[in-house]
C-alpha cells in the first residue's frame, strides 16, 4: 500500500518569504511524486512531478521539489511567495497500480496563506 | 485545446436519489479516473476508465458505478445517495496509462445531498 503525509493543514508565510511545503510518502515499489495546486472552486492543476532521474525538480509558477529516497520525503519549495501562490497544495504518488491518472493516492493537502 | 469539462458544476439531490456526473476528456485522451474530494477524506480515488475498460477501482461501494463511451466521455453513477455522498467529484483524463503520465483535472461537479 502507499500513502501520503503532508505536515502542517495550513501554513502561513509573508509575501516574499521563502514556502516550505512538507511532503513525506510510503510506498512498496519506486514511487512517482507529484505536487498539485487547487484555487478556490477549481480542479487541481500539476505544479511539477518526479519520475526518474534528477532528483531536484523544477515546476511551474517558480516551485521545485527534491526528492529524498533515504528521507521518503519530496517537499515543495519557492524561494519567495507571492499573494497569488496562496491555495490548497496536495501531494500525491503512484506506483503500485500505474499512475498518471489511474489511482493516485494524495495526502490531505495543504492550505498556504500568503500575508501581506 | 480544450480541457476537461464536467457537467454539471452544481447538484443538489435529495437522499435515496440517483445523479449521473459527465465528464469530457481532452481531446485524444483515452485515459478517464474520476475521484472524490470531501473535507473528511481528503481525495480518494474512485475508478478508472481505458478504452471503454474499468481497469482500476477504489474502496467505494457499488453504488458508484461509471462507463466510458467509445469517444472516451465517461460519466459516473451515484445510486440511493446518502447525505455522506456530498462532496466535490473531479474527473481527471490523460493521453495514456502509465505511473508517469500527468493527469488533467477537470473543475469538477459539487453535489449536494440533502
Known amino acids: 500500500a502507499q500513502s501520503v503525509t503532508q505536515l502542517g493543514s495550513h501554513v502561513s508565510v509573508s509575501e516574499g518569504a521563502l514556502v516550505l511545503l512538507r511532503c513525506n510518502y510510503s510506498?512498496?515499489?519506486?514511487?512517482?511524486l507529484f505536487w498539485y495546486v487547487q484555487y478556490p472552486n477549481q480542479g487541481l492543476q500539476l505544479l511539477l512531478k518526479?519520475?526518474?532521474?534528477?532528483?531536484l525538480v523544477k515546476g511551474i509558477n517558480g516551485f521545485e521539489a527534491e526528492f529524498k529516497k533515504s528521507e521518503t520525503s519530496f517537499h515543495l519549495t519557492k524561494p519567495s511567495a507571492h499573494m497569488s501562490d496562496a491555495a490548497e497544495y496536495f501531494c500525491?504518488?503512484?506506483?503500485?497500480?500505474?499512475?498518471?491518472?489511474?489511482?493516485?493516492?494524495f495526502g490531505k493537502g495543504t492550505h498556504l496563506i500568503i500575508q501581506p | 485545446k480544450a480541457g476537461v469539462t464536467q457537467t454539471p458544476r452544481y447538484l443538489i439531490k435529495t437522499r435515496g436519489q440517483q445523479v449521473t456526473l459527465s465528464c469530457s476528456p481532452i481531446?485524444?485522451?483515452?485515459?478517464v479516473s474520476w475521484y472524490q474530494q470531501t473535507p473528511g477524506q481528503g481525495l480518494q480515488f474512485l475508478f478508472e476508465?481505458?478504452?471503454?475498460?474499468?481497469?482500476n477501482k477504489g474502496n467505494f461501494p457499488g453504488r458508484f458505478s461509471g462507463r466510458q463511451f467509445s469517444n472516451s466521455r465517461s460519466e459516473m453513477n451515484v445510486s440511493t445517495l446518502e447525505l455522506g455522498d456530498s462532496a466535490l467529484y473531479l474527473c481527471?483524463?490523460?493521453?495514456?496509462?502509465?505511473?508517469?503520465?500527468?493527469?488533467?483535472f477537470g473543475q469538477g461537479t459539487r453535489l449536494t445531498v440533502v
Open positions: 481527471a483524463s490523460s493521453l495514456v496509462v502509465g505511473s508517469d503520465t500527468e493527469a488533467f
Open positions: 510506498s512498496s515499489v519506486p514511487p512517482y
Open positions: 518526479y519520475t526518474t532521474g534528477a532528483t
Open positions: 500525491a504518488v503512484s506506483g503500485v497500480r500505474g499512475g498518471g491518472a489511474d489511482g493516485l493516492t
Open positions: 481531446s485524444g485522451h483515452r485515459s
Open positions: 476508465y481505458f478504452s471503454e475498460t474499468q481497469r
